[in-house]
């Protein structure tokens, strides 16, 4: 496995081989940019909030008539968080997802930097993403690197699209037998709401039009900048 880690500590990933095959890890498709050293650096801005489950037919016919003209797409996730700890520091964490809905499908492994904390002007949380496509085979090669799975999740739920934005309502749920992934149980009566874009590094102006349609959504659900120091893995 070849891996790539800048000046900041975070990685980049190029290649990694599974049974003899080696395949390429790409970031999703973006807007050519001027680059240096040959990678586009990719941000998420995030905002996120919450709505009760009796709230969600009003939030879902307020996001209908404000996004795109087009149905939003259903999904079942199955996601499974890795650690891989090191002798110093926070353990390096990545993430695997695979859909329920579309078995054959591909993996997705996503990597999310630390959020950014330089810039508080800044109307959303901003980090740095890595989210590729994978083999099956996904699980038995982060165990093989060393990797511990730590906590598994089933997410279902809707995605909106408005331009770059992406709206996604989804209701976590906690897997009761590992792997079992028929046997869950509800985290909370509510439904967690996340507004994100993913853009190359330094097109800050993204949060404002976040803000702008945040706004539109109130007093349905109140999207935020969350603060790092509250977040879980």
């Known amino acids: 496995m070849f891996i790539c880690v800048n000046s900041t500590g975070e990685t980049m990933f190029s290649y990694f081989r599974l049974k003899s095959v080696w395949v390429k890890m790409e970031a999703p498709p973006v807007t050519v940019m001027p ?6 650096n990719m941000m998420e801005y995030l905002l996120q909030g919450s709505v009760l489950d009796q709230a969600l037919e009003s939030l879902l016919h307020r ?13 079942t996730d199955h996601e499974l968080v ?5 002798q110093q520091g926070n353990p390096f964490i990545l993430r695997a997802r695979r859909s329920l809905s579309h078995p054959t499908a591909p993996w997705h492994l996503r990597y999310l930097g630390q959020p950014e904390v330089g ?25 093989e690197m060393g990797f511990r799975m730590d906590h598994e999740f089933v997410a279902n739920g ?20 590992p792997g079992n992934t028929e046997n869950t149980e509800r985290l909370s009566l509510s439904y967690l709401v996340e507004l994100s874009v993913l853009a190359p590094a330094g097109q800050d102006t993204v949060s404002e039009d ?6 539109q959504l109130k007093p349905l659900v109140h999207l935020e900048k969350i603060d790092p120091s509250k977040q879980r893995h």
């Open 35 to 40: 680059v240096t050293g040959g990678t586009i």
């Open 63 to 75: 996001l209908r008539g404000l996004c795109d003209n087009m149905e939003p797409e259903s999904f």
């Open 82 to 86: 890795y650690l891989l700890k090191g």
């Open 119 to 143: 810039d508080k002007s800044r109307h959303a949380l901003v980090r740095n993403c890595v989210d590729v496509a994978a083999s099956h085979s996904l699980p038995e090669f982060l165990n």
């Open 158 to 177: 809707h995605i909106f699209r408005k331009g770059v934005m992406k709206v996604v309502v989804s209701k976590l749920s906690r897997i009761l037998v």
């Open 210 to 215: 976040m803000r702008s349609f945040a706004e």
